[in-house]
Structures are given as C-alpha cells and as structure tokens.
C-alpha cells in the first residue's frame, strides 16, 4: 500500500516535497516512479528511481528542479520540487514495481508498475 503526501497550494518560484510512504518489508526490492496528471490531460511519467537510488527525470520541464530520492529505512520515496510554476499544477502519483526493467524507458510506462497511491493535489498560482 502506498500513501502520497506533500501536495497543496504554493506560489510560482516556491517548492513542495511530496513523500509516498509504503508499508511492508519490501519497499527496497521496488522500483519507484511519481507520475501526474493535469485536468484534462493524460497521466505523463515525471520520475523514477531504482532500487539502489539510480534517478531519471523524464520530463525536460522539470529537469533541474525536481529531484527524485528514496530512503529505504523509512520505506519512503520523496520528489524534492523547486522553482515550481503554474504547469506543475497536477496531482501527482506515487507508484510501486516488483520486477525489474528491461530498458530504463520501460519505467516510463504506468503498466510497469503494480501499486499505486492515491495521489496528492499540487497546485501553482502565478
């Protein structure tokens, strides 16, 4: 089970952390992407982060700004967002995979991940 939080209402130029905690022993063995949707538009992978800790962004708008972590010890995984601006504004999901990718673009795809959380609300004003 995943539970995202963090999101709420900032300003552009602020910045949120949104964490996703996971219950169970077995976060370590998950591959972990953050994902989100903007009204209106389709679900767009923004992150991900394998078990030892190797990142990708996968959207150019948030490269250098966002920045996917995780700590295995509290079960958690984490997206650091900075600078943040009004086509941020999305919520954004946290998502668990079990097996392991065969090529990193795999981790692109929602249908690689098993688990998902509930999504948090985050939204910019200008």
């Known amino acids: 089970q995943l539970q995202a939080f963090g999101g709420g209402l900032v300003q552009a130029g602020e910045s949120l952390r949104l964490s996703c905690a996971a219950s169970g022993r077995t976060f370590s063995t998950y591959y972990m992407g953050w994902f989100r949707q903007a009204p209106g538009k389709e679900r767009e992978p923004v992150a991900a982060?394998?078990?030892?800790?190797?990142?990708?962004l996968w959207t150019d708008s948030v490269k250098g700004r966002f920045t996917i972590s995780r700590d295995n010890a509290k079960n958690t995984v984490y997206l650091q967002m900075n600078n943040l601006k009004p086509e941020d504004t999305a919520v954004y999901y946290c998502?668990?995979?079990?097996?392991?990718?065969?090529?990193?673009?795999?981790?692109?795809?929602?249908?690689?991940?098993?688990?998902w959380g509930q999504g948090t609300q985050v939204t910019v004003s200008s």
């Open positions: 982060i394998s078990r030892s800790g190797g990142a990708w």
């Open positions: 998502a668990a995979a079990f097996s392991t990718p065969q090529a990193v673009e795999i981790m692109k795809l929602s249908s690689f991940y098993n688990y």
